[in-house]
């Protein structure tokens, strides 16, 4: 049973650019979250994506948005990128109810601003 | 004042020694209580989750929420090398109340020496 899977797993971006970030969460899971760790801290939350819709979010400007697919894989995009957005972006998956407490995180996406 | 806080350590102990890992929070709306382990340069792995208080094993390991003190601690017994990495607790609010999103501490780094 595959884990969490997130793509790719280093990026490194100017100052300014795009960039899209990728996770097929679990199987059995339909919900997605994304969570941004910078160096020494612990995670933050972006938002949490359920049935194709933004469920929640966290206190993160607007460019940052998402994306959910039929088949529940998500996709993460940061538009207008700064030198503060370098850090580590995690994936967690979960199922229906059990989302508030049962969120299992992939290996993340390390993004280097330069 | 942050919602969760917890001392970044580091901790050093020798193999065997019982470790105690603690955090505190603010926010009285937390009703779900989770650890999560985090080797360097990967994902937080899941280790348990208590709902509201009381006490949880798992093997080596035993997780209390004391929700009147807002204080929650995760204790190792016979710590092993193996042990060693990020210790993040991290809340959420009850699912009824429609918050699925993880607040985390800032991690304790445990080193268990041989």
């Known amino acids: 049973d595959a884990g969490v899977t997130q793509s790719p797993t280093h990026l490194i971006k100017t100052r300014g650019q795009q960039v899209t970030l990728r996770c097929s969460p679990k199987?059995?899971?339909?919900?997605v979250s994304w969570y941004q760790q910078a160096l020494g801290q612990g995670p933050q939350f972006i938002f949490q994506?359920?049935?194709?819709?933004?469920?929640q979010r966290g206190n993160f400007p607007d460019r940052f948005s998402g994306h959910q697919f039929p088949n529940y894989s998500s996709e993460l995009n940061v538009n207008a990128l700064w030198l503060g957005d370098s850090a580590l972006y995690l994936c967690?998956?979960?199922?229906?109810?059990?989302?508030?407490?049962?969120?299992?995180f992939g290996p993340g996406t390390r993004l280097t601003v330069t | 004042q942050k919602e969760v806080e917890q001392d970044p350590g580091p901790l050093s102990v020798p193999e065997g020694a019982i470790v105690s890992l603690n955090c505190t929070y603010s926010?009285?709306?937390?009703?779900?209580f989770m650890w999560y382990r985090q080797y360097s340069r990967k994902g937080p792995e899941l280790l348990m989750y208590?709902?509201?208080?009381g006490n949880k094993e798992d093997g080596r390991f035993t997780a209390q929420v004391d929700k009147s003190s807002k204080y929650i601690s995760l204790f190792i017994r016979d710590s092993q090398p193996s042990d060693s990495a990020t210790y993040l607790c991290?809340?959420?609010?009850?699912?009824?109340?429609?918050?699925?999103?993880?607040?985390f501490g800032k991690g304790t780094l445990l080193t268990v020496n041989p």
């Open positions: 991290a809340m959420s609010g009850n699912s009824g109340g429609s918050n699925y999103k993880l607040t």
């Open positions: 926010n009285s709306a937390f009703q779900y």
């Open positions: 994506y359920y049935e194709e819709e933004e469920r």
């Open positions: 199987s059995g899971h339909d919900t």
């Open positions: 967690a998956s979960s199922g229906g109810d059990r989302s508030s407490y049962e969120q299992y």
């Open positions: 208590t709902y509201s208080s």
